[in-house]
């Protein structure tokens, strides 16, 4: 009777995963989450900061399928530090906020698997793409506090691939009575990828030095792995 049971438990929870509306109509899919970055391996040694940001998805559904094709694109903060300065010696009494920025870029391709229809609907992805590790500096003065000018002061760029896996929690469907194959929806989006990041130079936080007008860089070299946790709103049409 307990195997029968857990095995009826079982049913039920896949037939829950798996039942809902009928196979989706919808062919685009598009996602904006919230982002952490956690450095892994050596890169994880040399930096040992959490990166926080966003991504952004666009994907195609292919017909009659559970395959999806589309890119990802992703803006991840690693640390900045920011000082007041005087706008010049012969400028003394102009005060300016100086802000140096260490981020990532990631610019991915992906094709994706996940089942059509379903109140949750489990995915898993393989993607391909670019790392592109930047450095910059700006200056914000006035009143407003707005930014006047800005310069990357170091950058560089590795190949990325890696997996993917997360899951779509529906939060909407709309079905409009004029178009009934056209169906809209609105879901939760939970992701974890792991990206395996070729060898880049950077810098860090601290990496900046200024002594007598001149500034030197201490730049690092590592290999750039991360793994990335988002979760947001994922919108299909």
Known sequence: MHKRANA???????????AG???????????????????????????????????????????????????SFGFLIMGSESRDEPLSPTIPDLIVRVTTTNAILLSHAFIRLQPRSGAVRPYVEGLAGLHYLF??????????????????????LAFSYGLGGGAKLALLRIERRERPDRIMTLDLDVGLRWLRGGQADYLKKGSV??????????????????CQAGVGLSFSF
Not at 8 to 18: I, S
């Open 135 to 156: 450095t910059t500096t700006s200056l914000r003065g006035g009143d407003d506090g707005g930014e006047a000018l800005s310069s990357t002061n170091f950058d560089d």
């Open 8 to 18: 009826a438990l079982a049913t039920a929870a896949l037939g829950f995963c798996l």
């Open 209 to 226: 030095h200024r002594e007598n007008g001149v500034v030197t860089y201490d730049v690092s070299t590592s290999r750039t792995d991360l």
């Open 21 to 71: 509306p009928a196979p989706a109509a919808e062919k685009f899919d598009a996602s904006l989450r919230f982002a952490l970055g956690f450095p892994q391996g050596e890169f994880r040694d040399s930096l040992d900061r959490t990166g926080l940001g966003m991504d952004m998805s666009f994907a195609y559904r292919w017909p009659g399928t559970i395959v999806s094709t589309g890119v």
